[in-house]
């Protein structure tokens, strides 16, 4: 197991006690190493510096007591933005109808990137339009995805933080 994915399965329970998900866990750097976490609220409210300070805190000592990365690392603790990228399978259907990019491993129907709406998830594959194409992509072959920032996704943002805080 990578550690990556070993800090994956160190930190998704404690984050689910705290009250947050997990949305990805990476890891980067050559001699400056950088960790990062990046978790939405379980209520899928607003993510605050609050918010991150709370799982840094919460995190932390348990990142130093279980000790699954052996070279010095910073740990940096995120929110997945607006424009968040797509690492679970549910993300496909839970962003149906936004535009997003996906860049698959190998090529489906000749291609590799697809702009376009998604259309949310089949099985184990997930949905892209492209131009009125439907492109059905397996989701163990995406090598990154992400929402794309549109105005109707930056509306629908914004209408859900009036509908948390009303």
Same mark, same amino acid.
């Given at each position: 197991?990578?550690?990556?994915?070993?800090?994956?399965?160190?930190?998704?329970?404690?984050?689910?006690?705290?009250?947050?998900?997990? $949305?990805?866990?990476?890891?980067?750097?050559?001699?400056?190493?950088?960790?990062?976490?990046?978790?939405?609220?379980?209520?899928?409210?607003?993510?605050?510096?609050?918010?991150?300070?709370?799982?840094?805190?919460?995190?932390?000592?348990?990142?130093?007591?279980?000790?699954?990365?052996?070279?010095?690392?910073?740990?940096?603790?995120?929110?997945?933005?607006?424009?968040?990228?797509?690492?679970?399978?549910?993300?496909?259907?839970?962003?149906?109808?936004?535009?997003?990019?996906?860049?698959?491993?190998?090529?489906? $129907?000749?291609?590799?990137?697809?702009?376009?709406?998604?259309?949310?998830?089949?099985?184990?594959?997930?949905?892209?339009?492209?131009?009125?194409?439907?492109?059905?992509?397996?989701?163990?072959?995406?090598?990154?995805?992400?929402?794309?920032?549109?105005?109707?996704?930056?509306?629908?943002?914004?209408?859900?933080h009036k509908r948390q805080n009303a």
């Amino acid at each position: 197991m990578d550690e990556a994915a070993l800090v994956r399965k160190l930190v998704e329970p404690a984050l689910d006690a705290l009250g947050y998900e997990l $949305v990805r866990v990476k890891l980067s750097g050559g001699d400056d190493r950088r960790l990062q976490i990046m978790a939405e609220r379980g209520d899928r409210a607003e993510m605050t510096v609050d918010d991150c300070a709370t799982i840094s805190r919460g995190l932390s000592s348990l990142l130093d007591a279980e000790d699954p990365i052996p070279d010095a690392y910073t740990l940096e603790v995120s929110s997945p933005g607006i424009d968040r990228p797509l690492v679970r399978l549910e993300d496909y259907d839970r962003f149906s109808g936004f535009s997003a990019r996906v860049e698959s491993r190998t090529p489906v $129907v000749d291609r590799k990137k697809f702009s376009g709406v998604l259309k949310g998830a089949l099985g184990e594959d997930i949905l892209i339009d492209v131009e009125g194409e439907v492109y059905q992509v397996p989701f163990v072959e995406i090598h990154r995805a992400k929402l794309i920032l549109t105005d109707e996704l930056i509306a629908a943002s914004q209408n859900a933080h009036k509908r948390q805080n009303a």
